[in-house]
């Protein structure tokens, strides 16, 4: 599941197919193209190999208008076959809560089921 969170440039096909239509890489930045015409810009703070841990936050295109906007993506080990990918997302104005639950918990089931997919669809070494 690391390979997936880690692999920035291909949120489009690895995390969020049909979500995300779009990558872009621009050094320390990340810009992410969406199905419904939108588009988002985050800068990209971590990527921790030892933690399994990649931080970001968004900086331009959020909708609802954001003021504030970081988030993290760690990948624990819960057996031997098993991992567990939290996500946690702080945002500001308060306000927008309803609108942005909405699409996290979008974005975290596309998520689970591409991971999933990937995960039953993969061969053995």
Not at 14 to 27: E, N
Not at 33 to 57: P, Q, V
Request: proline letters at 5%; aromatic letters at 10%.
């Amino acid at each position: 599941m690391w390979d997936a969170v880690h692999d920035i440039g291909a949120v489009h096909q690895r995390f969020v197919p049909g979500y995300t239509l779009d990558t872009q890489i621009d050094g320390d930045y990340r810009i992410l193209f969406f199905a419904h015409g939108g588009k988002i810009r985050e800068r990209i703070f971590s990527i921790d190999d030892e933690s399994y841990r990649l931080a970001y936050a968004v900086i331009e295109g959020s909708k609802p208008p954001l003021i504030h906007h970081h988030a993290s993506f760690q990948v624990f080990a819960a057996n031997d076959n098993e991992s567990i990918l939290v996500w946690i997302t702080d945002f500001l104005p308060k306000h927008t809560e309803p609108e942005m639950r909405i699409r996290i918990e979008r974005a975290a089931q596309i998520i689970k089921q591409t991971i999933e997919n990937e995960v039953k669809n993969s061969k053995p070494l």
